[in-house]
């Protein structure tokens, strides 16, 4: 698909790239060198989960929040069922034991032989490299 450094971005990376800190600073300062991608359903399922998150933090604007979450469009490269379903089956086999909706994310790092970016455990032991944010900087910065 594209050549040079790259990591997908589970649906959680989303949800803290507009209400988190390190997310939003992470994304900023590498985005010029590294190429973010998220299957399009992380952007629906991080939409889905806003409001019920919000509810818990009273001081912060849905409205606002879901602007910041449009506006990641600029920065994380959504990615159509198409460009990755030739490994579909792969990456069902790979998460069949955990999560089977999220065979999307296996999928595109397996396209784009790159790592994934999640909070998710799910995705250990599944044969991509996988990155949590408290130590991502070390690939983004690599």
Same mark, same amino acid.
């Given at each position: 698909?594209?050549? /040079? =450094? ?10 803290? &790239?507009?209400? &988190?800190? +390190?997310?939003?600073?992470?994304? @900023? ?6 190429? !973010?991608?998220?299957?399009? %359903?992380? !952007?629906?399922?991080? +939409? @889905? ?9 009273? %001081?912060?604007?849905? &409205?606002?929040?879901? %602007? ?19 490994? @579909?089956?792969?990456? =069902?086999? +790979?998460?069949? #034991? +955990? ?17 994934? $970016?999640? #909070? ?6 599944? &044969?991509?490299?996988? $990155?949590?944010?408290?130590?991502? @900087?070390?690939?983004?910065? /690599?």
């Amino acid at each position: 698909m594209t050549s /040079g =450094k790259k990591i997908v971005l589970d649906a959680n990376i989303l949800v803290r &790239g507009v209400l &988190g800190e +390190r997310v939003p600073d992470l994304l @900023e300062r590498y985005h010029h060198h590294v190429r !973010f991608y998220t299957p399009s %359903q992380c !952007f629906s399922e991080a +939409r @889905e989960h806003l409001p019920a998150i919000l509810n818990r933090r009273s %001081q912060v604007d849905l &409205g606002v929040t879901l %602007q910041a979450l449009n506006a990641l469009h600029a920065i994380v490269q959504s990615v159509n069922e198409s460009d990755y379903a030739a490994f @579909e089956a792969e990456a =069902k086999r +790979r998460i069949s #034991e +955990r999560d089977v909706d999220d065979w999307p994310l296996i999928a595109i790092a397996m396209a784009l032989d790159c790592p994934i $970016w999640t #909070e998710d455990r799910d995705f250990f032991g599944t &044969g991509i490299a996988t $990155w949590r944010t408290r130590n991502v @900087e070390i690939y983004l910065s /690599g």
